[in-house]
């Protein structure tokens, strides 16, 4: 049977032995049959197709040529010997050369004899050269089929006689031992109405392709049902957790939302609010268990959604948490909610990893007595010694850094599960929602409270200073206030900490006392200090407020219509996002100027472009996303919780919709996968949730 043959360990394919069995397993991860079939190729080379010298310069990847070698010699350079071969076509002449292993190479490069060449050109000195190419005689590739598989090797594998070419002639045997043996996982309708190739064409074709349409048919066939099972594994875990966990219900609004909304609402709610705050309400009837992503630009009145939503719980005898990524934005949701219930009957509690033991303890029972409603903290609320009455709703704030193993762990606190409200701090392109949060349902909160105006950005360099400073001083004499914010990225501490003060003593020149006020604010100043400099911003005592990016989580003042980022191609992109975020909150027009060094890579133009151009946060996601990738963007620990093998969350989005679509449609004919048509994604998808241990937790 099939999977018995797949599983066959890998030495015992032929030209493989215990020797490179044992490489492979150490240095590609490879021990079976199986995984090597699943060794995917990251291109191909068209070994029919060949460039002529003279066209290098203007090509970009590496090159194939065809030619004789006219010229072979060394050159001493310190210790090393550097051989040298002058190869020519009919083009031209250029330099193969190789700066190590030159003696094993040399007896090869025989004179008058066609040799095929494949490398990249680069330009050395005022001239092409081509460095360590591959290098192999004419009459040797002549049987080779046209395009080629390149694999990633390392090179004890490529030592060992599995380099790329190697892998390439293993992988090769082994396909030719396939037919008839690999196994549809799709239903032979959603093949045939996508016009997919089938799996074993596809695992043919990826590895061993006859053209290049086909090798892309390959890679979309597979990518496809990678994210497919994807797909309907995130909705399987929310149909599972909808069906078997209960939610609370909270049968009604309850007196705290109303008390609230009517006596101490600090202002309209946006329609985007209220159309969340329905959603969020609707769930809490159902007595289903809520899983909800609330997405919203920065300043779109996320803080108040939550508070709303924790109170709905209270009004219904139920406690809320809210919890934070970081301390100082989980101090800033505490002291927004104190003041915002500060009139009301509603004990809010802090805990984060420096609360004091006595505190600590007062809190944890305060919790357990049901005397706490609101907990507000950071991941300290995720320990289990914290313990709670009946915590009916977590509320997540949570920039990407909380993982579904994290909120499975709130899931326990409580016999039937809190509902669960997890807040993007800065939106999430959709393919990526679609994937890392596929298990929870989406409500958006696409509307800026009203009278904000659209903040103007502008790029200035070094030379544009003085201006930017009279610009300052314009702004401040309409009784505005300004941030002035500079990197601070661990590495390079001393020098960001030595361009903070450098920065703030040019500014307190420019600035004098007594017509102009300047506060510091940095990570090295003790708390008291930092809150009291912070305050006097806040208070309007002080005009520009120069500080690292401390404040990109923290202080609220709707005063405030400048802000001016330093080094900001220092800076990613969601990161600008949310500092530009700290201003425009007033009724004023506000300004973002982006100071950069005339150096710029061409990733940083592309981020101050995207910055110049827009305000929306659910563009520049996307374009952080193409830049970045969703590794750096989810953070390593959730993209690792996927791993995928193919396809490319940055690059396949439509590919995404297109698996989410038919995982959704299928689902929803066949909740449950009885239908035998369904039989095979139903095993297949058994075998993938089998194999991950969160799932318990989760289901
Ligand atoms: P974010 O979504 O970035 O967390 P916040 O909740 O911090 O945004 O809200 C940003 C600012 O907008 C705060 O000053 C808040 O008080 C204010 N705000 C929120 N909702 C409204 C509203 N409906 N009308 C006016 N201002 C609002
Ligand atoms: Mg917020």
């Known amino acids: 049977m099939l999977n018995e043959f797949l599983q066959t360990p890998i030495e015992f394919l032929k030209g493989v032995g215990p020797q490179r069995a044992l490489l492979l397993k150490k240095e590609a991860g490879i021990y079976t049959f199986d995984d090597l079939l699943n060794y995917f190729p990251f291109r191909y080379v068209d070994r029919s197709q060949y460039h002529s010298i003279s066209e290098l310069p203007t090509l970009d990847g590496p090159a194939q040529l065809k030619g004789m070698i006219i010229h072979v010699s060394e050159r001493q350079v310190g210790k090393q010997t550097r051989l040298i071969a002058k190869f020519q076509d009919r083009t031209g002449i250029i330099e193969l050369v190789w700066f190590q292993g030159g003696k094993w190479i040399k007896p090869l490069l025989k004179l008058n004899t066609e040799f095929q060449v494949y490398g990249k050109a680069k330009l050395f000195g005022s001239s092409f050269n081509i460095p360590h190419p591959e290098i192999i005689e004419f009459e040797k590739v002549k049987s080779e089929k046209g395009l080629q598989a390149v694999y990633s090797s390392t090179e004890k594998l490529s030592m060992n006689g599995l380099s790329s070419k190697g892998i390439c002639k293993i992988t090769a045997q082994l396909i030719d031992h396939l037919k008839g043996k690999i196994d549809e996982t799709l239903p032979y309708s959603m093949v045939n109405e996508l016009r997919l190739i089938s799996r074993e064409a596809a695992l043919t074709q990826i590895h061993c392709p006859t053209d290049e349409i086909r090798a892309m048919s390959a890679r979309i066939r597979l990518k496809f049902e990678e994210l497919f099972f994807l797909q309907l594994e995130m909705l399987m875990r929310k149909q599972i957790s909808i069906r078997k966990t209960g939610g609370h219900v909270f049968p009604e609004v309850g007196s705290a939302f109303t008390d609230f909304y009517e006596n101490h609402l600090p202002f309209n709610l946006t329609g985007a609010q209220k159309r969340v705050l329905k959603e969020i309400r609707k769930d809490f009837m159902t007595g289903h268990h809520m899983n909800r992503l609330l997405q919203g630009d920065v300043g779109s009145g996320k803080t108040l959604v939550a508070l709303l939503t924790m109170l709905m719980g209270i009004g219904n005898g139920f406690q809320g ?64 010694v914290v313990k709670f009455k009946n915590l009916g709703i977590v509320v997540i704030d949570e920039q990407h850094r909380f993982g579904v193993a994290q909120r499975a762990r709130m899931w326990k606190k409580n016999t039937i599960p809190p509902h669960v409200l997890v807040m993007t701090a800065t939106p999430i392109p959709r393919t990526l929602a679609m994937t890392f949060y596929g298990d929870l349902d989406v409500s958006v909160i696409d509307e800026l409270p009203p009278g904000r105006k659209a903040i103007t950005t502008s790029h200035k360099f070094e030379a544009n200073r003085l201006a930017v400073f009279g610009f300052m001083k314009s702004e401040i004499a309409k009784g505005r206030q300004i941030y002035v914010v500079y990197p601070l990225i661990k590495e390079s501490e001393t020098l960001d900490y030595n361009n903070l003060m450098d920065g703030y003593e040019a500014i307190s020149r420019y600035f004098p006392l007594p017509d102009y006020r300047v506060s510091i604010v940095h990570g090295q100043m003790k708390a008291a200090d930092k809150e009291f400099e912070m305050q006097r911003f806040v208070k ?105 093998k193919i396809a490319d969350l940055a690059k396949d989005g439509q590919i995404v919709v297109l698996a989410r679509d038919n995982a959704r449609k299928i689902l929803g004919e066949d909740p449950l996968l009885e239908n035998p048509n369904h039989s095979i994604i139903r095993e297949k998808l058994r075998k993938i949730m089998m194999s991950k241990p969160n799932w318990g937790s989760i289901s």
């Open 540 to 644: 309007g005592e002080t005009q520009i407020m120069v500080a690292t990016t401390v404040i990109e989580v923290g202080v609220n003042v709707p005063n405030a219509s400048v802000m001016i980022i330093e080094s900001s191609e220092r800076f990613g992109l969601s990161q600008l996002h949310q500092l530009r975020g700290r201003v425009g909150r007033g009724a004023e027009q506000s300004y973002c100027v982006l100071m950069t060094g005339i150096k710029l890579s061409k990733e940083s133009k592309k981020r101050l472009e995207t910055m110049v151009r827009t305000n929306d946060g659910f563009e520049i996601a996307e374009v952080d996303l193409e830049l970045r990738g969703p590794g750096d963007i989810m953070g390593t620990q959730q993209s690792g919780e996927l791993d995928l």
């Open 321 to 384: 948490a809210l919890m934070a990524p970081t301390e100082i934005l989980a101090t800033q949701h505490f002291v927004t909610l104190a003041e915002m219930l500060k009139e009301m009957d509603i004990k809010l509690e802090l805990l984060t990893g420096s609360v004091g033991k006595k505190d600590r303890k007062r809190i944890h029972e305060g919790l357990e007595s049901g005397e706490v409603h609101i907990l507000v903290g950071t991941h300290a609320l995720l320990e289990d």
